[in-house]
């Protein structure tokens, strides 16, 4: 099911079982009637368990761009690392050319044709504001959405969606980015003492109370997650809670 680009997304058409076949653009934002937002998104594996956050495994590439005039949608680029480039397959992303400082630019890229060995071209949603010699390095880095698994607790990843249903590998779904939402936890349920609101994701995308995370012997820098939002007693805990991935 797809949406129109303006005004807001039914929790029917959010919650419409994934699709084997695109509907939308990955990386695609709603909000839904209660105005939360949503992505749209690729299953890189199978996500058997919803209610966790989600990484992002889509890796970056690294081009340099060909000869390329003030002004141009397109920018052409060779990469050994970009042989098997598939249509799109960086839509939503961004790029970063290393040019001078002062000449230094990120791009968002609208969408790419299939490489050609190690050759392809991107199209931008804004024009090149300077120009570019074919010597620079570029990195591409593709939309976050394009390739979400469940996290690999090694920490060394980002949450960037919380789905809400169990997703098959290679299927197309709407995952949550921000707004009321409830989640599975990994030790003491959070709210259950006084002053415990604010919680972070734990390595396997479950949360965890930032006390549990930043206040350690070792502190860290867990992933901030959201807040709780009901009221919570003593001894008494919920795992409803505002999520502010973006």
Same mark, same amino acid.
């Given at each position: 099911?797809?949406?129109?680009? /303006?005004?807001?997304? /039914?929790?029917?058409?959010?919650?419409?079982?994934?699709?084997?076949?695109?509907?939308?653009?990955? &990386?695609?934002?709603?909000?839904?009637?209660?105005?939360?937002?949503?992505? %749209?998104?690729?299953?890189?594996?199978?996500? !058997?368990?919803?209610?966790? &956050?989600?990484?992002? @495994?889509?890796? %970056?590439?690294?081009?340099?761009?060909?000869?390329? !005039? =003030?002004?141009?949608?397109?920018? #052409?680029?060779?990469?050994?690392?970009?042989?098997?480039?598939? =249509?799109?397959?960086?839509?939503?992303?961004?790029?970063?050319?290393? !040019?001078?400082?002062? +000449?230094?630019?990120? %791009?968002?890229?609208?969408?790419?044709? *299939?490489? #050609?060995?190690?050759?392809?071209?991107?199209?931008?949603?804004?024009? *090149?504001?300077?120009?570019?010699?074919? /010597?620079?390095? #570029?990195?591409? +880095?593709?939309?976050? %959405?394009?390739? *979400?698994?469940?996290?690999?607790?090694?920490?060394?990843? $980002?949450?960037?969606? @919380?789905?809400?249903?169990?997703?098959?590998?290679?299927?197309?779904?709407?995952?949550?980015?921000?707004?009321?939402? @409830?989640?599975? =936890?990994?030790?003491?349920?959070?709210?259950?003492?006084?002053?415990?609101?604010?919680? #972070?994701?734990?390595?396997?995308?479950?949360?965890?109370?930032?006390?549990?995370?930043?206040?350690?012997?070792?502190?860290? $820098?867990?992933?901030?997650?959201?807040?709780? *939002?009901?009221? /919570?007693? $003593?001894?008494?805990?919920?795992?409803? @809670?505002?999520?502010?991935?973006?």
């Amino acid at each position: 099911m797809s949406f129109p680009v /303006t005004g807001r997304a /039914t929790f029917e058409g959010l919650y419409a079982a994934p699709t084997v076949t695109a509907t939308a653009t990955i &990386g695609e934002v709603r909000e839904d009637e209660m105005g939360g937002r949503w992505r %749209y998104c690729k299953a890189g594996a199978a996500i !058997a368990q919803p209610l966790l &956050g989600m990484g992002a @495994f889509a890796t %970056y590439t690294s081009v340099t761009p060909a000869i390329t !005039a =003030v002004g141009l949608l397109t920018m #052409a680029y060779t990469g050994s690392g970009d042989a098997s480039c598939t =249509v799109d397959q960086y839509a939503n992303g961004t790029i970063i050319i290393g !040019a001078a400082a002062a +000449n230094r630019r990120i %791009y968002h890229i609208k969408g790419n044709i *299939v490489s #050609a060995d190690t050759t392809g071209t991107l199209t931008f949603y804004h024009p *090149v504001r300077y120009a570019m010699a074919g /010597t620079e390095w #570029a990195t591409i +880095n593709p939309c976050p %959405y394009a390739d *979400v698994r469940p996290m690999a607790s090694d920490g060394y990843r $980002s949450v960037v969606c @919380f789905p809400l249903q169990p997703v098959t590998s290679g299927y197309y779904f709407w995952a949550k980015t921000r707004g009321l939402c @409830f989640g599975t =936890v990994a030790s003491t349920t959070p709210g259950a003492a006084a002053d415990d609101r604010a919680l #972070a994701f734990n390595r396997d995308g479950a949360l965890i109370m930032v006390d549990e995370a930043w206040g350690k012997s070792t502190p860290n $820098s867990m992933q901030y997650a959201g807040y709780l *939002v009901e009221k /919570t007693a $003593s001894g008494d805990g919920d795992q409803s @809670f505002m999520l502010q991935l973006e």
